[in-house]
Nanobody, 126 residues
């Protein structure tokens, strides 16, 4: 079983940047698809980005494409989400999630991920 811990959230002005980290323990992250999701108060948990375990291919929600970059450092057992050109609508709690290789590509639905971190808050002021 893999445990996930997010960090790097905070308060930033619109147009600024943050880098979120998702540190894994218990198992090597290289054998898992890893996704980032976000949830604003009163809203659903939505897909943001994901990286595939085998190919390293990356996937993004349209709303963050060209602004966010997901990457993984298997040596550090960590996945990152670099967020640039942040907008107030990016404000949410961000979660990382991991799923084993039963899917050929990373799922985009939150309920298809088995392992979750506790989340980190990102607030973007206008």
């Amino acid at each position: 079983q893999v445990q996930l811990v997010e960090s790097g959230g905070g308060l930033v002005q619109a147009g600024g940047s943050l880098r979120l980290s998702c540190a894994a323990s218990g198992r090597t992250i290289s054998t898992y698809h890893v996704g980032w999701f976000r949830q604003a108060p009163g809203k659903e948990r939505n897909f943001v980005a994901a990286t595939a375990w085998s190919s390293g291919a990356t996937y993004y929600a349209d709303s963050v494409k060209d602004r966010f970059t997901i990457s993984r450092d298997n040596a550090k057992n960590t996945v990152y989400l670099q967020m640039n050109s942040l907008k107030p609508e990016d404000t949410a709690k961000y979660y990382c999630a991991a799923e084993g290789s039963r899917y050929s590509t990373p799922p985009r639905l939150f309920d298809e991920y088995a392992y979750w971190g506790q989340g980190t808050q990102v607030t973007v002021s206008s």
